[in-house]
């Protein structure tokens, strides 16, 4: 029982060793080892820091790598020949390839990649032909495309075969025309009737003075 027990302790410490050589080989490629948490011992590995070129030979050291929960490929110089080196890990999660020349043959290397939920092509060559390779990622939850190759049509068939993917594409939806409000037409203004001036009154003294003639008339008339 203890011999068994020596034989087990002494393979699991060959197998961290063996390990931390490969993730030693990572770094000496540029790659950042970073682990997820304490509790968590799967790895999150990063190119898009490093101050030196990244190429498909920096990949190498990645193959057969088991705990790899993220990769990050942003804005290097690898190719579609360079992701051969992932095609196998299939605790890969998350894998970030925006702003790199990958194209439709890259994607053929990812369709083993079971267990990813997460993939970035934003400003990259894919096409709509390369769509039809990632149709078996079955638990892919989101995808970027944006300033891709792909078109709206591409993106329908992929959503049609993947339901529950969130593809962000930028495709704008056409808003529909919305007609100018027309100006209410005022109604023509009534001409009102005009007033009619009351017939002005004389004042007294004017009165007094119009009758005035005829009594002086009626004294001349006496007179005579």
Do not use: C
């Amino acid at each position: 029982m203890i011999l068994r027990l020596a034989i087990i302790a002494t393979v699991l410490l060959a197998t961290i060793s063996q390990v931390h050589a490969q993730y030693d080989d990572v770094k000496k490629q540029g790659g950042r080892v970073l682990p997820l948490s304490q509790a968590d011992d799967r790895v999150e590995i990063s190119y898009h820091l490093s101050s030196d070129e990244i190429t498909d030979a920096n990949l190498q050291p990645l193959a057969g790598l088991e705990k790899v929960y993220a990769i990050n490929l942003r804005g290097t110089k690898v190719t579609n020949a360079g992701l051969a080196s992932i095609s196998k890990l299939e605790s890969l999660t998350r894998l970030h390839l925006e702003k790199t020349d990958i194209g439709d043959e890259g994607l053929t290397h990812l369709s083993g990649l079971k267990n990813l939920e997460y993939l970035n092509l934003y400003a990259t060559k894919v096409t709509d032909a390369g769509l039809a390779s990632l149709e078996s990622l079955t638990k892919l939850k989101k995808l970027y495309l944006w300033e891709s190759g792909v078109t709206k049509a591409g993106v329908e068939k992929l959503q049609a075969a993947l339901p529950e993917l969130e593809i962000i594409a930028g495709f704008e939806e056409p808003k529909p025309a919305v007609e100018e409000p027309k100006p209410e037409e005022k109604p023509a203004e009534e001409k009102k009737p005009e007033e009619k001036k009351p017939a002005e009154v004389k004042p007294a003294e004017e009165k007094k003075a119009e009758e005035k003639p005829a009594e002086e008339k009626k004294a001349e008339e006496k007179k005579e």
